[in-house]
């Protein structure tokens, strides 16, 4: 969620920076194009939070939180937000949206152990967890979450993930890679299985028959993308894209 929320707060600095006076109609009608974990952050800016990862963590509402006011406005804009105004369209490829299995494994542990959201903080989130353990679940007792965990199907924040719905009018789309051999022997591109990249009501979905390490790569990804994107433009210079 902290990478969420800080791009979140990018797309409206770049607003901000280079059309102030919001006169240009592109600048809120964004394309995000996420590879893997990627899309998940993608996911991430044309979902309504409302309170369902709140729920997944804590067992009473943020008020009852024991916290420093900077402490607490950061829970807030992690597990509180809208989806960005300025998202139009969506490209997810090879995203694992009920998780992937190498999560469990020695992958997952590693990048987990890489990724720290708290840094120099995670004394902070440590006396955060110690002053509210009634409060939070246990499975954020001994470390904050990182993007890592929503890789994990049976993470309580995965599956909140999956319960957010979308902003009504913007489009997805979906490359779906076919090329590896999975852990049960099911479809898909050797760390994402076909069944978790798929995504329902997507405008378009394209199956590349390659490894998840290949698929930005592909030149079939890469003319899908470039097919997505020029429709976009088209779309957009006939208003019909809101």
Request: aromatic content about 6%; some cysteine.
């Amino acid at each position: 969620m902290e990478s969420a929320a800080k791009l979140r707060e990018q797309l409206l600095t770049v607003r901000e920076q280079f059309d102030p006076e919001c006169q240009d109609e592109a600048m809120s009608r964004m394309v995000l194009v996420g590879h893997s974990m990627g899309g998940l952050i993608a996911r991430l800016q044309v979902t309504y939070s409302y309170d369902v990862l709140w729920r997944h963590a804590a067992k009473k509402p943020l008020q009852a939180v024991r916290a420093t006011p900077s402490m607490r406005e950061r829970l807030e804009r992690d597990f509180f937000f809208d989806p960005s105004p300025l998202v139009a369209r969506v490209v997810f490829i090879g995203t694992p949206h009920q998780g992937a299995t190498m999560a469990r494994g020695l992958v997952g542990r590693l990048a987990s152990s890489l990724a720290r959201p708290f840094g120099s903080e995670k004394g902070q989130f440590r006396q955060l967890i110690d002053q509210n353990r009634d409060i939070f679940y246990d499975y954020l007792w001994n470390s904050p979450p990182t993007s890592i965990d929503l890789l994990e199907p049976e993470n309580p924040l995965a599956q909140a993930l999956s319960q957010m719905p979308f902003r009504h009018g913007v489009r997805l789309h979906s490359i779906v890679g076919t090329g590896g051999t999975m852990l049960l022997g099911e479809s898909g591109d050797g760390v994402v299985p076909v069944s978790s990249a798929r995504l329902g009501n997507v405008s378009s979905e394209l199956l590349v028959p390659v490894r998840h390490e290949k698929l930005h790569h592909s030149p079939a990804t890469i003319a899908e993308l470039t097919r997505i994107l020029r429709d976009h433009a088209v779309e957009s210079n006939s208003g019909s894209v809101r």
